[in-house]
């Protein structure tokens, strides 16, 4: 199965990326949920993390300052070294 992911900054010259492996069990990863400051996010997230914690899963929140700009930097170096795989909330 091949599966197509469109960056949407610049749709006329698309990069190729691999897919980041998937980790082998939610029990005992650190899951990260990053909330991107949309309405409801929360609320979706606060779903997701009960479930996470279910499976065995360590849940650690994050919220970017605007949803309408990039995740900063050190906020998006903290995830990537803490966490084993991270869920972003979009919702309206």
Known sequence: ????????TNEQT???????????SLQ?????LLDISKPRGDVFLDTI???LEKK???????IKPTFTKP?????RHEIST??????EALAD
């Open 56 to 62: 065995g899963a360590t849940v650690l929140r994050y």
């Open 82 to 87: 803490t966490c084993d795989a991270v869920i």
């Open 71 to 75: 995740a900063p930097v050190d906020l």
């Open 28 to 32: 005992g990863a650190t899951i990260g």
């Open 49 to 51: 993390q009960s479930l």
């Open 14 to 24: 698309p990069e190729h990326r691999e897919r980041a492996q998937r980790i082998s």
């Open 1 to 8: 199965m091949t599966t197509s992911v469109l960056d949407p």
